[in-house]
């Protein structure tokens, strides 16, 4: 069982930056990989980042260029690093882990507010 905890979340201006962390009860360096998805209200939930150690970092469109995803073994955190926010960025921001590759469970924490103000 792998526990994830979400924190910085907040209220920001719209050009304002947050940054984002995933703390996991289990060893950062050996999950096959970890990422951010976010759910506004009344959509679905989309994918936002990813890292992994075997294909490296990918991004939704819609944060390329903004937002950065990191991960600091050490500390078995994963952080995302959110700049120049815009009004449709606010959302719940998920974490998630994949333990090892062809894994069927996914691990979830439990999500942190994120609100943009134009």
């Known amino acids: 069982q792998v526990q994830l905890v979400e924190s910085g979340g907040g209220s920001v201006q719209a050009g304002g930056s947050l940054r984002l962390s995933c703390a996991t009860s289990g060893s950062a360096f050996s999950f096959n990989a970890m990422g951010w998805y976010r759910q506004a209200p009344a959509k679905q939930r989309e994918l936002v980042a990813t890292?992994?150690?075997?294909?490296?970092?990918n991004y939704a469109d819609s944060v390329k260029g903004r937002f950065t995803i990191s991960r600091d073994n050490a500390k078995n955190t994963v952080y995302l690093q959110m700049n120049s926010l815009k009004a449709e960025d606010t959302a719940v921001y998920y974490c998630y882990v994949d333990p090892f590759v062809g894994s069927t469970i996914r691990y979830w924490g439990r999500g942190t507010q994120v609100t943009v103000s134009s």
């Open positions: 890292i992994s150690s075997r294909l490296g970092t």
